[in-house]
């Protein structure tokens, strides 16, 4: 399988953060996983992120390919497949995780470009969404923001927060589980005790 994993707005990859030990996790059991820096993270623009994905779109291969797009970049999914960049049979399923909602990026110039389009599309894939039930990047509610009206499976994870490392999300099994199975469950992450 090929992977591409793709992060969010002030994300510069950390090690720590649980799509980098996804990378890693995916590419020890041999899959190829494409997980790129996308360009500017503290200050992105849609338009060149626009084409760092159709870029890793045109390189992905395999039988079978999947995409995970957390944060901002779930919104430039979507933004993506509103402009028809993407279409049947580009990928294989898409899983896009704690996408914010537009009260909270359209008072921020740095990413008010990202702001939801307008979601009277249908995704060309099967497509699955996760957030926390209590993402602070999304106070409406991703399943009433997003899943609802794109008609998408969503699963709402207790106290997961925006599914960042501040909440936690360093190792998150069942990310991993999903990839490899998409009848898999997304369960928030085990505790390793309380946090500091």
Known sequence: MTFLILHGWQNHRPKDHWQHWLADRLTALGHHVVYPQLPDPDDPSLEVWLGEL??????????????????????????????GMVKAGTVDRVLLVGPPSASILAPLPEVVEFTPPALDFTLPNPTRLVSGDDDQYCPEGARETYGDPLGIPTDLLPGAGHLDLDAGYGSWPSVLEWCLDPAAELTVRPTDGPRP
Do not use: T
Not at 56 to 79: D, K, N, Q, T, Y
């Open 54 to 83: 159709d870029r890793c779109l045109g390189g992905l291969a395999g039988p079978e390919r999947v995409v995970i797009a957390h944060s901002a970049s779930a919104l430039l999914w979507l933004h993506a497949v509103g402009r």
